[in-house]
């Protein structure tokens, strides 16, 4: 079966590429959201199997929303996403509860590979 992925990025042609890579390797894209409240929403929503999340969003941080996420389910799978490989960031996200962490540009390789660490 295949996995339900939510991505969440503000930035659409992210959020196409990410698709992209996904779909073409057998993933369903459940949904996506231009901002941390509309993730949180929508991960309500659609109950994905795993969230791809940037970090640098308006309304609400990606930080912020894998937060919330975690408080309204303890066991959501979260990969984090972000342009600045801010050592301090990764190390927020990695103790929030994110299961990894993904540097921009991406490389097809590497977001597969967190995916399936991630949901298998």
């Known amino acids: 079966m295949a996995k339900n992925i939510l991505i969440c990025d503000d930035a659409a042609f992210m959020r196409m590429m990410i698709k992209d890579i996904l779909t073409k390797n057998g993933?369903?894209?459940?949904g996506e959201a231009e901002n941390g409240l509309k993730a949180v929403e929508k991960y309500q929503e659609v109950k994905p199997d795993l969230v791809m999340m940037d970090i640098t969003m308006p309304e609400m941080d990606g930080l912020q929303a894998l937060k919330k996420?975690?408080?309204?389910?303890?066991?959501?799978n979260v990969i984090m996403c972000s342009a600045m490989g801010q050592q301090a960031m990764?190390?927020?996200?990695?103790?929030s509860g994110a299961k990894d962490f993904i540097v921009k540009p991406f490389q097809a390789d590497r977001?597969?590979?967190?995916?399936?660490k991630a949901v298998g």
């Open 90 to 95: 990764v190390i927020e996200s990695i103790q």
């Open 111 to 116: 977001v597969l590979e967190a995916v399936k």
């Open 27 to 30: 993933y369903n894209v459940a």
């Open 69 to 76: 996420i975690k408080a309204v389910d303890p066991g959501a």
